[in-house]
């Protein structure tokens, strides 16, 4: 029976990363959200003050930043030079700074050295954008998640607590084209679908359709067993 080593792509605010959580919960695996290394790097390089248009000042400093991270009860925890991060790099300049630093291909190979370590192990659930296609392709399920833009807007928001300004979502949905658009356009590790992964549109999904999808995929790829309760009159 394969190990369980799950890699799952896709667009900024798809739902990604809490239904990952989710799924390893149920499964019972490790999880890594890796898009919160690039943030990390980006909150280095905003704590320093480095021109986020000049590429080789972000390497610099995201070289001389040590990134740790761990898994906890309550998920990943991110410290950068000692100092936790883990909600500072949710911030609104952190999310405007990320696709910069995520563009630089000398910090894009430092971070996928450690996930790639991390995978090591041979089993998990890594949620990315090239998790399937350049950090484990080997995985024995890759899953590209995808949503609509607005209702990737909307979920932001709502998060955010702004769902009911229309102005700040429409703002929400711009930026979330624009990450969209350079994601897939750069030429490192582009975001896109792996040849072998299996799509889930989340866009009319209730979170728990979400996470029954991949589990019950899970335990038909990996042999794992699924048990449900049963009511007897």
Request: proline residues 5%; contains cysteine.
């Amino acid at each position: 029976m394969p190990l369980p080593l799950i890699a799952l792509d896709g667009p900024a605010g798809a739902g990604k990363s809490t239904t990952s959580r989710q799924v390893a919960w149920r499964l019972g695996i490790p999880y890594l959200d890796t898009g919160a290394l690039y943030r990390a790097a980006a909150w280095a390089a905003l704590k320093a003050k480095v021109d986020l248009k000049d590429p080789a000042a972000i390497n610099r400093c995201v070289e001389k930043a040590s990134i740790s991270f761990a898994q906890t009860s309550g998920g990943i925890r991110i410290w950068v030079d000692g100092t936790d991060v883990t909600t500072a790099i949710r911030q609104p300049d952190v999310n405007l700074a990320v696709t910069p630093v995520c563009e630089v291909s000398d910090v894009r190979r430092r971070l996928v050295a450690m996930q790639r370590d991390w995978a090591a192990r041979g089993f998990g659930i890594m949620e990315g954008r090239d998790i399937g296609t350049v950090v484990i392709p080997h995985a024995g399920l890759k899953i590209f998640f995808w949503a609509r833009p607005e209702v990737r807007a909307m979920r932001r928001a709502k998060e955010m607590s702004i769902d009911g300004d229309p102005t700040a979502i429409a703002k929400l949905a711009a930026e979330i084209t624009e990450r969209d658009r350079r994601d897939m356009s750069r030429e490192d590790s582009p975001l896109k679908q792996a040849d072998d992964a299996i799509i889930l549109d989340s866009s009319d999904m209730t979170f728990g359709d979400q996470v029954d999808f991949i589990i019950r995929l899970a335990s038909e790829r990996f042999g794992t067993r699924l048990y449900a309760a049963t009511t007897h009159s």
